[in-house]
């Protein structure tokens, strides 16, 4: 028995309860299973039947129809040799095969049922098959249907073949499909699913629809320790002691120590006796003074600079720059020695190594880019709507003549490695080739693919595959 809908493309998972309506004409072969022949269409009889479904989980609907029909006996001889009418009824559930927004959607079904015949027995009967939902609208969908029915009387199996149509109850409380033009947010956050890359989560603008729990400016999607605040350089870890090693692999959190030791503090080495640990003196095996770092004072020192730092302390001894840069010039004059600096000849932030900022704006713009560059399925052929975000990646590097960028494509983990890798690396050469078609010099630019092996959370559900399908836009000083 038929049943329009098993399709998770109808509702969501917010519609849960909703109920719907169907309607669809049959066609009922009882005699290709008990001695006819499958191609003799002229003796299928008709009936219709009308059908209640209910929404269970993600994909998964309940079906309840009712039929009406005739099984014509005469073209067999294991009956009465007349056309009798039955009624019946079912309990099946639909699987959907595809995603929410398939405008058409195949599924499977399975259930049991019994049928009773005006004037004979009573049997059940056990269905299975396939159907196909076509959508009119989000509420109205064509259903195109087969299945069989075993049954367990004798010589009572048959096929079911049937068109029809499905309505759901609700109007105005049924969730909207996103149709093309639509600005859907799931969520309710603001952000609209097209750009939001946590979009069953309810999360900020400024983490591109994704929630921080404790605040601490990394999204819990990237941060380690999602349920304590902590730094962004550590990933969103505390680091209790300052000692550049997060809490959450510091054997000594509550002690300063070194990145070497594991955030334990090492043991003080002092070979020459000076008073300077090894670990901070320029000359561990000749005892100085504290002031010269350990070195001994003595004007043979060499000074090739000239600048008043002695080699042995110059950081830069073939150039001249102040003591208090250990030697080395500050060409841009930005606070930030030269050699230290990234840019050294363009004035910029310590945060920035020595370059320019890049403001919040392009750093959104570059971080919104990793959601809105989009391809066709399984290509690296763009879709329309991602010109307009790569135009603004190319203007974006033209304010900062400082820095180069390096573009990365990313996969889920569905399908081969294989096939991942080169679908990541073609998407990511096709953003580089388009980008220096609009003027990009493509000495300033990278590509590369890495395929499945970089996620940034886990492909074990739908949300997490999408995070992990994206192109990644790196500013990297040159």
Do not use: W
């Not at 006819?36 to 269409?41: E, T, V």
């Not at 939001?196 to 404790?214: E, I, K, R």
């Not at 505390?238 to 959190?253: H, I, L, R, W």
């Not at 001994?296 to 150039?319: F, H, L, Q, R, W």
């Amino acid at each position: 028995m038929l049943f329009a809908l098993s399709s998770g493309s109808l509702i969501s998972q917010a519609a849960t309860g909703k109920n719907g309506i169907s309607f669809k004409g049959l066609l009922m072969d009882y005699q290709s299973q008990n001695g006819g022949n499958f191609d003799a269409i002229k003796d299928y009889q008709a009936g219709f039947e009308i059908g209640y479904h209910r929404f269970l989980a993600n994909k998964l609907y309940l079906n309840v129809p009712i039929k009406v029909g005739n099984i014509n006996r005469e073209k067999i001889n294991v009956l009465d040799g007349v056309n009798r009418k039955i009624v019946g009824g079912d309990l099946k559930l639909n699987y959907n095969l595809k995603n929410i927004d398939a405008k058409i959607n195949p599924y499977i079904l399975a259930g049991v049922g019994g049928v009773q015949e005006i004037g004979g027995n009573f049997n059940v009967q056990v269905p299975g098959g396939l159907g196909v939902n076509f959508m009119v609208s989000p509420q109205m969908f064509i259903n195109v249907q087969s299945e069989f029915r075993y049954s367990l009387a004798d010589d009572r199996n048959n096929f079911h073949h049937g068109v029809g149509f499905v309505y759901f109850l609700g109007g105005k409380n049924l969730p909207k499909l996103e149709i093309e033009g639509d600005k859907m947010d799931s969520d309710g956050d603001g952000v609209v699913d097209k750009l939001d890359l946590c979009p069953d989560v309810p999360g900020l603008a400024m983490f591109n629809g994704c929630p921080d729990s404790d605040g601490d400016g990394v999204p819990d999607f990237q941060d380690v320790c999602p349920k304590v605040a902590g730094l962004k350089s550590m990933k969103g870890c505390p680091d209790t002691d300052g000692d550049g090693v997060a809490d959450n692999e510091d054997q000594c959190p509550t002690v300063a120590g070194t990145i070497a030791n594991k955030g334990c503090p090492e043991k003080v080495v002092d070979t020459d006796g000076d008073g300077v640990p090894d670990s901070d003196d320029k000359c561990p095996n000749i005892a100085g003074t504290k002031a010269n770092n350990g070195c001994p004072e003595a004007k043979s020192i060499n000074d090739t600079d000239g600048d008043g730092v002695p080699d042995n302390m110059d950081k830069c001894p073939d150039v001249p720059g102040p003591k208090v840069y250990d030697g080395c010039p500050d060409t841009d004059g930005d606070g930030i020695p030269d050699n230290l600096d990234k840019c050294p000849r363009t004035p910029g932030t310590v945060a920035s190594n020595g370059c320019p900022d890049i403001t919040k704006e392009d750093r959104k713009t570059l971080d919104v880019a990793m959601r809105a560059v989009q391809f066709e399925t399984g290509k690296s052929t763009f879709k329309p709507e991602s010109f307009g975000i790569l135009k603004q990646i190319g203007s974006i590097l033209s304010r900062y003549p400082d820095y180069n960028l390096a573009i990365s494509g990313h996969t889920d983990n569905v399908g081969s490695a294989i096939a991942n890798q080169d679908l990541s690396e073609r998407r990511a050469k096709a953003c580089y080739d388009y980008l220096s078609t609009q003027g990009v010099n493509k000495l300033r630019m990278s590509s590369a693919g890495y395929g499945e092996s970089r996620p940034v959370t886990s492909n074990d559900t739908e949300v997490g595959r999408t995070l992990n399908r994206r192109v990644e836009f790196a500013m990297i000083p040159k």
